[in-house]
C-alpha cells in the first residue's frame, strides 16, 4: 500500500512538500504518480515519476512549482509545492504502477493513497 501525508492549511506563496510512503514493496521499481482533486472538479495528475530511468512528467498549469522525486532510503516519493495558490487547493492522492514504462504510459494504478488535504488560504 502507499500512504500520502504532510498536507495542511497554508498561507498564499508558501511552499510545502507532500511524501508518498510505500509498504510491501519497492516503491523505485514503480510508477508514482501525484494527483490533485479540488472541490467541485475532478481528480487530475499534476505529476509523475518513471521507473527506472526516474523520468519525470508535470501537469502544464504547475510545471516548475511542482517537483516530483524519490527517497530511495526512505521509500518514499515527494512532491514538492512551491508558490502555493488558492487553486492548488484540493486532495492530493499519490499512486503507484508497477509497469517498465515512462509514467506517462500508465493507465491503471495498482496502489491509491487515502489522500492528504492540501487547503491555501489567507
Known amino acids: 500500500q502507499v500512504v500520502d501525508s504532510g498536507g495542511g492549511l497554508v498561507q498564499p506563496g508558501d511552499s510545502l512538500r507532500l511524501s508518498c510512503a510505500g509498504t510491501g514493496f519497492v516503491m523505485e521499481w514503480y510508477a508514482i504518480g501525484w494527483f490533485r482533486q479540488a472541490p467541485g472538479k475532478e481528480r487530475e495528475e499534476v505529476a509523475c515519476?518513471?521507473?527506472?530511468?526516474?523520468?519525470?512528467h508535470y501537469l502544464d498549469s504547475v510545471e516548475g512549482r511542482f517537483t516530483i522525486s524519490r527517497d530511495n532510503p526512505k521509500n518514499s516519493v515527494n512532491l514538492l509545492i512551491t508558490s502555493l495558490n488558492a487553486e492548488d487547493t484540493g486532495v492530493y492522492y499519490c499512486a503507484a504502477a508497477r509497469v517498465q514504462a515512462r509514467c506517462t504510459m500508465v493507465l491503471d494504478w495498482d496502489y491509491w493513497g487515502q489522500g492528504t488535504q492540501v487547503t491555501v488560504s489567507s
Open positions: 515519476i518513471s521507473p527506472i530511468d526516474d523520468y519525470t
